[in-house]
T-cell receptor, first 110, second 115 residues
């Protein structure tokens, strides 16, 4: 069974710090990787996706992918209290559906 | 603006009753999905559809059914509601199946309580 694992948290970081969220996946054939943010009581929304090994930056967010280690991470620089949410890692292969991790709850302390 | 809407947003029902959750999208997406979200489990796929008249079972499909008679709608039916089906249900849609496509667009969610 394909699995995606994340630390459930909560991960607490002070305002202005870097938050590092990690995700590992079991299906070596996975080709695309997504990070969704979900505020309490709301639906998930896409933050970033990454397909190739290495780093991808978008504003304060950086996604990092290492397919050899089956590992993907999300870095949030200059964390703000508004970043406090649950972050879902999702993995996808061609022609197949998303597999979601359980999510990591992030708390940014003012 | 295109959107995906779910109804009802909140529903309380009794064990054994039939319940239908509606999902309507105006993205004109072929792919539609139903997930349930429970603490500690993340999003788990219930049923999905890749087009009109196409329906498929996900990992937690027991006790649920869907039908797809048009592109816009994918209603989820609980034939005989059980307490274990108390959850938050999300409908989602996406455009393609390729690995480099298919961002999921989610509805607002439907919170179902089965007493």
């Amino acid at each position: 069974q394909k699995e995606v694992e994340q630390n459930s948290g909560p991960l607490s970081v002070p305002e202005g710090a870097i938050a590092s969220l990690n995700c590992t996946y079991s299906d070596r054939g996975s080709q695309s990787f997504f990070w969704y943010r979900q505020y309490s009581g709301k639906s998930p929304e896409l933050i970033m996706f990454i397909y190739s090994n290495g780093d991808k930056e978008d504003g304060r967010f950086t996604a990092q992918l290492n397919k050899a280690s089956q590992y993907v991470s999300l870095l949030i620089r200059d964390s703000q209290p508004s970043d406090s949410a649950t972050y879902l890692c999702a993995v996808k292969n061609y022609g197949q559906n998303f597999v979601f991790g359980p999510g990591t709850r992030l708390s940014v302390l003012p | 603006d295109a959107e995906i809407t779910q109804s009802p947003r909140h529903k309380i029902t009794e064990t054994g009753r039939q319940v239908t959750l509606a999902c309507h999208q105006t993205w004109n997406h072929n792919n539609m999905f139903w997930y349930r979200q429970d603490l500690g489990h993340g999003l788990r796929l219930i049923h999905y559809s890749y087009g009109v008249q196409d329906t498929n079972k996900g990992e937690v499909s027991d006790g649920y059914s869907v039908s797809r008679s048009n592109t816009e709608d994918l209603p989820l039916t609980l034939e005989s509601a059980a307490s274990s089906q108390t959850s938050v249900y999300f409908c989602a849609s996406s455009e393609g199946l390729g690995a480099n496509t298919g961002e999921l667009f989610f509805g607002e969610g439907s919170r179902l309580t089965v007493l």
